[in-house]
């Protein structure tokens, strides 16, 4: 499977937004809460959970997103130690990025004890960009969904850039759509992975109206192929705001996976952009 720089749009135009002066008044817009997938801040995580935990909560950060990581799904804490040392900082472990493999079992059992309401597949569990390896993997994502359900999880698919390939005249994410169960398979659209994959996701909205509870908010710079902070990409963040009703968004993770300085600023830039909208 590609890394997440593969498979952008290489006809697609960079659109520049503006700059937002420094500032750290970062409260985010009225009513909505933003959270952070923790992929972000990796190599940090990884050294020192609990104080980048504490780093992340005093920027205005209110719900965690894990990812795996070479110590675990959390950082080489118990799943009770993370959702406690999120609680103590105000935070709510929400959600957590994962593989669906044979360890699922494991993976459900720990989410359950953490208290985190959903767990999303990271990346497609079979290779194959084709109509009929996309149908098998909604087969297979129907069936974690039910396997959740019963664990009091949700579970879902977080997107990349490949998925928007097509197959026999078909674009591959959507036979993902229409073939999962919208109460089984709660959608993590990637709005940046979407707008890198060549598609817009006002469409999608569109298409599939209230299919995505989850986002990952991530502006990208379509000329490198890579994310960046907010303002200096191709995303039209203020419209994705704008709209979120539409897509049915409940849980809005920032994530950014390259960085002009390093993670903490890019974030502190990025939670300004969002105060300033």
């Not at 009513?31 to 990796?42: D, I, W």
């Not at 675990?72 to 957590?96: F, I, W």
């Not at 002009?260 to 952009?273: D, F, I, Q, R, V």
């Amino acid at each position: 499977m590609a890394t997440r720089r593969d498979f952008f749009t290489q006809s697609a135009l960079l659109a520049l937004g503006t700059m937002v002066a420094p500032s750290y008044a970062l409260s985010p817009p009225k009513n909505l809460k933003l959270g952070v997938q923790l992929y972000t801040f990796r190599k940090e995580m990884a050294a020192d959970p609990k104080g980048t935990l504490k780093q992340i909560a005093a920027i205005g950060i209110k719900e965690i997103e894990t990812a795996r990581s070479s110590k675990g799904h959390y950082y080489g804490l118990s799943p009770k130690e993370m959702k406690r040392t999120c609680a103590d900082l105000g935070m709510n472990l929400k959600s957590g990025h994962v593989a669906l493999d044979k360890n699922f079992q494991k993976t459900m059992e720990e989410a359950a004890a953490s208290g985190q309401e959903y767990l999303i597949c990271s990346s497609m569990p079979s290779n194959g960009q084709t109509v009929d390896n996309y149908k098998k993997v909604a087969d297979a994502f129907n069936k974690a969904g039910e396997d959740c359900k019963k664990m009091g999880l949700k579970f879902g698919y977080h997107n990349h850039g490949y998925e928007f390939e097509s197959d026999q005249g078909k674009v591959l994410y959507d036979i993902l759509m229409d073939n999962t169960q919208p109460d089984l398979v709660h959608m993590e659209l990637d709005l940046g992975w979407v707008v890198m994959g060549g598609k817009d996701p006002l469409d999608y909205f569109k298409k599939y109206p209230k299919r995505f509870p989850l986002w990952h908010l991530k502006d990208m710079n379509l000329k490198e192929g890579h994310s960046t902070e907010f303002g200096k990409g191709a995303l039209d963040i203020t419209a994705m705001i704008a709209n979120r009703k539409a897509s049915g968004v409940k849980h809005i993770f920032i994530e950014q996976e390259e960085y002009a300085s390093t993670p903490m600023e890019s974030m502190k830039h990025n939670m300004n952009y969002m105060h300033h909208l």
